[in-house]
């Protein structure tokens, strides 16, 4: 609760100075006025994803969330993963090289698991210097579908790589705006869809996340 307060606080104290010197200030500029109106949105934006992904915990957690698992081809997951986070991508001018046999096939929510595997690609993004590339590739056999994420990032430290899927959990390296709640999510998700989320990582060198959905 210590956390979520002090996430949640930080952006309203933020939206309320904004708020009152716009109320207060009757000759400001509208060049100054739209500026903190964007602020106020953004921030806004910000504080309903946190509170949609806590109650998505929540739920997943007391179990209240029926998933619906069908069969699929790996690839449509992958496309559409690709045609979601386009923007970000292009905005950090980073290539996405895949790899995969066009007839894998996975067992799974289609829905959850294209939020679990957005959380951990937008993750690599983060953590990428502009102009580099991420890697996902993906294959089938009798046990498990495996999808793997790999980028040419900063890399997590050896103590912290144990941390990163606890929830609140913030690397060093974390964007300011981030709350750690990503990768947890993630994970459990994953986990509810009877897979599992393994990670390593060199420094300077970048970090390899790898999906195992285990065949019933």
Not at 63 to 81: A, R, S
Not at 175 to 184: D, K
Request: hydrophobic share 35%; with cysteine.
């Amino acid at each position: 609760m210590e956390d979520i307060s002090h996430q949640i606080k930080t952006p309203l104290t933020s939206i309320s100075i904004m708020l009152d010197s716009i109320i207060e200030n009757k000759e400001m500029d509208e060049l100054t006025k739209n500026k903190f109106l964007h602020e106020i949105r953004r921030q806004l934006d910000w504080i309903n994803w946190l509170v949609i992904s806590l109650l998505k915990l929540s739920k997943l957690d007391s179990n209240t969330i029926e998933f619906n698992p069908k069969e699929f081809y790996v690839e449509e997951l992958i496309k559409q993963l690709l045609q979601n986070l386009s923007v970000p991508l292009e905005i950090k001018g980073q290539e996405v090289i895949v790899e995969g046999q066009e007839d894998t096939k996975l067992i799974a929510d289609f829905n959850w698991q294209l939020e679990a595997i957005s959380n951990i690609l937008k993750n690599c993004i983060e953590h990428t210097d502009e102009g580099k590339k991420i890697y996902i590739s993906y294959s089938e056999n009798n046990f498990y579908t495996s999808i793997i994420i790999k980028d040419e990032g900063k890399g997590i430290a050896k103590e912290e790589l144990k941390h990163i899927f606890e929830r609140f959990y913030k690397g060093k390296s974390s964007n300011e705006n981030s709350i750690g709640i990503g990768l947890a999510l993630s994970k459990t998700i994953i986990e509810k869809d009877n897979g599992y989320i393994i990670c390593s990582s060199t420094l300077g060198k970048g970090t390899m996340f790898e999906i195992r959905y285990m065949k019933k």
